[in-house]
């Protein structure tokens, strides 16, 4: 009896030390998604800017800088992507058609794990006529002081 018990306790035994070891997997550790930051949006969030100009923002190097996206209004961004080692610095120029819009700017990328990371900002876009209005009465002022 005291055979068939200490034979019973050690099976028991072995059957837990043997989980517990295939249960460590030091060669196959799963690093997990480690996502891609957005930084240094320029104009700020909730800033102003002029219909065509330059947006910027930066994405954390370990994203791969073929799949940095933007759009703004569900117009695609054409992206000047350059490579900082540590980082990616992005620009953009808006598009023509958004003036005295807001807009957000919708950005994603993904790392080499192919791990999604989506950010954006919202910016807004000053009225064409009003930015050619102000040009106009600076000229005019201009040439009304030479013509005098």
């Given at each position: 009896?005291?055979?068939?018990t200490?034979?019973?306790?050690?099976?028991?035994?072995?059957?837990?030390?043997a989980?517990?070891?295939?249960?460590?997997?030091?060669g196959?550790?799963?690093?997990?998604?480690?996502?891609?930051?957005?930084?240094?949006?320029?104009?700020?969030?909730?800033?102003?800017?002029?219909?065509?100009?330059?947006?910027?923002?930066?994405?954390?190097?370990?994203?791969?800088?073929?799949?940095?996206?933007?759009?703004?209004?569900?117009?695609?961004?054409?992206?000047?992507?350059?490579?900082?080692?540590?980082?990616?610095?992005?620009?953009?120029?808006?598009?023509a058609?958004l003036?005295?819009?807001?807009?957000?700017?919708?950005?994603?990328?993904?790392?080499?794990?192919?791990?999604?990371?989506?950010?954006?900002?919202?910016?807004?876009i000053?009225?064409?006529?009003?930015?050619?209005e102000?040009?106009t009465?600076?000229?005019?002022?201009?040439?009304?002081?030479?013509?005098?």
């Open positions: 009896m005291m055979k068939k200490l034979i019973s306790v050690s099976l028991m035994a072995s059957i837990g030390f989980g517990s070891v295939f249960a460590y997997n030091a196959n550790v799963d690093m997990g998604c480690k996502k891609p930051r957005f930084k240094s949006f320029t104009p700020p969030h909730k800033g102003e800017a002029d219909p065509e100009s330059e947006i910027s923002f930066t994405v954390s190097g370990y994203a791969d800088g073929t799949t940095i996206k933007a759009v703004a209004k569900n117009i695609p961004l054409e992206l000047n992507i350059i490579d900082r080692d540590s980082f990616y610095q992005v620009s953009a120029r808006l598009p058609a003036t005295g819009k807001y807009a957000r700017i919708h950005v994603r990328a993904n790392n080499t794990v192919e791990c999604q990371a989506k950010g954006g900002w919202l910016i807004k000053r009225d064409k006529a009003a930015g050619s102000e040009s009465t600076e000229a005019t002022e201009e040439n009304s002081e030479l013509a005098q």
